[in-house]
Nanobody
Framework: QVQLVESGGGSVQAGDSLKLSCTAS????????MGWFRQAPGKEREFVAA????????HYIDSVKGRFTISRDNAKNTVYLQMRSLKPEDTAVYFC?????????????????WGQGTQVTVSS
């Protein structure tokens, strides 16, 4: 049984930083691309960032470019999302997702396994 577990969320002030982690059991994350998505209350799930299997390619939505960094440590079976200069509009539940593709993008259908999410709340 595959299980993805996110951690690192919390409540912070605008301008602060957080680093989210996603670890897996029952699945080797290095087998495919990984992504981070988020869902704010009353809104649809939104793609945030993705990283290719080898970690050489990354993709971000415009609103987080220059502030968020996705990375992976395949030896630790872990993917990270470093978030800096957080804004209130970043408030959401953040989910990691694992893909069987070498490269995956913003389409949620490209991902096969999902975590339960971690809450990030940014106050002004």
């Amino acid at each position: 049984q595959v299980q993805l577990v996110e951690s690192g969320g919390g409540s912070v002030q605008a301008g602060d930083s957080l680093k989210l982690s996603c670890t897996a059991s029952g699945r080797t994350l290095s087998s495919g691309a990984m992504g981070w998505f988020r869902q704010a209350p009353g809104k649809e799930r939104e793609f945030v960032a993705a990283i290719s299997r080898a970690g050489s390619l990354t993709h971000y939505i415009d609103s987080v470019k220059g502030r968020f960094t996705i990375s992976r440590d395949n030896a630790k079976n872990t993917v990270y999302l470093q978030m800096r200069s957080l804004k209130p509009e970043d408030t959401a539940v953040y989910f990691c997702a694992a893909s069987n593709y070498i490269v995956a993008g913003p389409d949620g259908d490209e991902y096969d396994d999902w975590g339960q999410g971690t809450q990030v709340t940014v106050s002004s």
